[in-house]
């Protein structure tokens, strides 16, 4: 076997449609996903039965509940598909011996999670400090193409406004540039 | 030479008295500290003026501005000791050298990061959704020992509050529980 076809035989394959479910709230998190193509979104529904997106997973990117999968624990949010997408999906146990021994995977991840821990803490700031107006500002020039691809409604609840105050914003917005 | 004392070569060990600078924003992000003993935190100084912690690091934690360190570039952070602290510092060449070609310390830090991705994920979502007094009363249940180690001002601005409405709110929980 090559290099390549090594490491994928520790995944599997899945197709999912357009707003299908990869993760439920509340099951136990036993896959982690790398994004093929689509969008991912993860999410958990408040004590007011409202959808809260706190994550988007786009091409090459990676997604599940980390705390719980690593500890394989039930999660508590949910991951579902924005376009039709298709992921390549490990358990914990192959995951678990993907990485052992394997100097090459060892690095890869160590990266990964060192730019999404650095991209993390830059979001801990924006969120946290910045007026919601700025932050979407800051959102658009950095993703531009990304905003066309969600939804509004998922859009407004990752960036905790109402869909009604992002539409607003993104009029202004609109008439500001032409 | 031992394997510890071959990772240690690569690191330089200074001490700090509190209230000294480790890293000054604006200044070249060139050292990343793991904390032997005491207690640092990362902040920056907003539009205002005000002072806006975002981190903290006890013993056996790694603080720098991650993104900044990656790329060698200017930080937008700085890190100061709120005890007289003791730390490891590692320039971003030798992190590199350190890192090369060693299963055993990519294994290492992609422990680090993964756990760091891990929490800031949780703290992102309760940052972002979760009441403030709520927000404080969770903080306080994980880590009650370490509230007794931050000056309150520190403690008020990593939360969010001013100081007058932590103290408040320290008051009403004291009152609560005797």
Chains 1, 2 share one sequence.
Request: one cysteine or more; a positive charge.
């Amino acid at each position: 076997m090559t290099d390549a076809s090594k490491v994928l035989s520790f995944f599997e394959a899945y197709s999912f449609r357009k707003k299908q479910m990869l993760q439920e709230e509340g099951k136990r998190c036993s896959a982690y996903f790398f994004v093929i193509k689509g969008c991912l979104r993860l999410y958990f529904t408040d004590a007011n039965g409202v959808e809260q997106t706190l994550q988007f997973a786009l091409e090459n990117w990676w997604m599940t509940d980390l705390d719980a999968f690593r500890s394989e624990k039930h999660s508590g949010y949910s991951i579902q598909a924005l376009e039709p997408t298709e992921v390549l999906s490990i358990s914990h146990k192959n995951y678990e011996l993907l990485l052992r021994g394997n100097l090459l995977m060892e690095e890869y991840f160590r990266r990964v999670y060192e730019r999404a821990y650095a991209a993390s803490l830059l979001r801990i700031q924006l969120i946290s400090r910045m007026p919601k107006q700025e932050f979407y500002e800051n959102f658009e020039s950095k993703y531009p193409d990304f905003l066309q691809r969600i939804p509004q409604k998922v859009m407004a609840s990752f960036l905790g406004f109402t869909p009604e105050y992002l539409s607003e914003l993104r009029n202004k917005r609109k008439a500001k540039k032409s």
